[in-house]
């Protein structure tokens, strides 16, 4: 109880921190006041160092945001767009590679939306793919990084210009790289001098804020709406309610709506819900059985011990065999391939848990993830490995609809006492009203 008491108490701190990091009148549209706990960006670090007093190797780090920042220093702008006299009615900016193109039409993973069947509806889309060469429909643009080397070249002059001749202490922020861009691309092009409704799957990211506030501060009439697409995590402080945020944010159930409002600073009339189109696709096999590693981790004895600890609570013959699946984008990454061979170890070294004839209804997941809520409303149990419980783990103050049972400090058996209240399946798909130009 003491330990809950605790998580509690943490969590309200992170988002207290957040809260008061604005109310000072530090910038939301900048990449260093974003809060994202499932990534180790400069805003996670600061409430390591804030609320958990943890300090951590800042040179290496620097370092790598430097390299990247390089890598990624001027972009391209790939589109076929021969509809001069075209005017579209919705612009839609969201990301998207390559594998998402279909005879040069775009399906949008987080709307779930051909980008053929709308024609009033402009789609920009962030990739780190290069489509030269690439067919595409004239409703569509690309925003792409340029060559490595190339941009290596770009940054040298840019360092030499502003930071030698005009004495700029700061290295340009790369969100606002990427605001500009955009805020160019549809300030230059007439084709979009009368759009109502711009759309964004949001994340409450600052180059998001920063093009909704510029087309606002331009246009008046402009409704603006963010989706977010995802269902939510244990702290979504990366959502907190700031300058630039939205007219609108849809969310896909109504516990997140209400947790928004109560603990993330938006005012409720702002928040609607609408249907979860990205998990449309999903089925419960596709959880049933697997163990998901998250986008990113910073300790992985605790996700070692986490998983041996459950294995060894467990009957014999009591579980399925599981598929231990690494996130998608970091399929590649050494620190994630090592996690993997670690916990397959375990999973060799209690291999008389398992069986092919288990009765188990489980999924497994790590860290700071809302994978857990996904599975959740697809009727599984789900086991929580929480490499860092204050961080990582569901509470009941926040999310009063999940029964929690505790395995150890680092491991928590999660069960649905509600559905529908995270993935509302049966809602309308307001998404899909506003590029049809039903509302308003």
């Known amino acids: ?116 069947r709308f024609k009033d509806t402009f789609w920009i889309i962030l990739s780190r793919n290069q489509f030269i060469k690439t067919k595409v429909n004239n409703n569509i643009a690309v925003i792409y990084p340029q060559n490595k080397i190339l941009n290596c070249f770009y940054f040298f002059f840019y360092l030499i210009k502003n930071l030698i001749f005009e004495g700029n202490k700061k290295l340009i922020d790369q969100d606002h790289i990427i605001a500009d861009i955009i805020n160019k691309l549809i300030s230059k092009n007439k084709n979009f001098s009368k759009i109502k409704n711009l759309l964004m799957p949001y994340e409450g990211q600052a180059f998001q804020k920063k093009i909704f506030y510029k087309q606002k501060s331009i246009n008046k009439n402009l409704n603006t709406f963010g989706y977010d697409h995802s269902a939510p995590h244990s702290i979504a402080t990366q959502m907190y309610y700031t300058k630039g945020s939205p007219d609108k944010l849809f969310v896909t159930g109504l516990n997140t709506k209400n947790s928004y409002a109560k603990f993330y600073n938006w005012p409720k009339n702002k928040i609607l819900t609408t249907y979860p189109s990205r998990y449309k696709r999903f089925k419960k096999k596709d959880f049933l059985n697997i163990l998901f590693l998250p986008y990113d981790f910073i300790i992985s004895k605790n996700i070692v011990r ?135």
């Open 1 to 116: 109880m003491i330990m809950k008491k605790n998580l509690v108490l943490k969590q309200k701190q992170i988002i207290s921190f957040v809260k008061n990091h604005f109310v000072k009148g530090n910038s939301p549209f900048l990449k260093i006041n974003y809060f994202a706990l499932y990534e180790d960006g400069v805003g996670m670090r600061k409430i390591k160092k804030e609320i958990f007093n943890l300090k951590k190797k800042e040179k290496k780090y620097f370092l790598s945001k430097v390299i990247n920042l390089i890598e990624n220093f001027k972009y391209k702008v790939f589109f076929a767009n021969n509809n001069k006299k075209k005017y579209y009615k919705n612009l839609v900016i969201t990301w998207g590679n390559k594998s998402n193109l279909i005879n040069g039409s775009f399906v949008d993973k987080y709307v779930d939306l051909d980008t053929k």
């Open 306 to 440: 986490g998983l041996s600890s459950f294995l060894n609570s467990v009957p014999v013959n009591s579980l399925n065999k599981f598929l231990i699946k690494i996130h998608p984008v970091k399929t590649s990454d050494p620190k994630h391939i090592l996690l993997k061979v670690e916990l397959e170890s375990v999973v060799k070294k209690y291999k008389k848990k398992f069986t092919n004839q288990a009765k188990s209804n489980l999924a497994i997941v790590v860290g700071f993830t809302s994978t857990a809520i996904v599975a959740l409303e697809y009727d599984l149990q789900v086991l929580h490995i929480c490499p860092d419980p204050s961080l990582d783990r569901y509470l009941n103050y926040f999310w009063s609809d999940i029964d929690i049972k505790r395995i150890d400090n680092y491991c928590f058996l999660y069960k649905l006492k509600k559905k529908s209240r995270y993935l509302n399946f049966k809602s309308e798909d307001k998404i899909k009203k506003i590029l049809k130009n039903e509302t308003n």
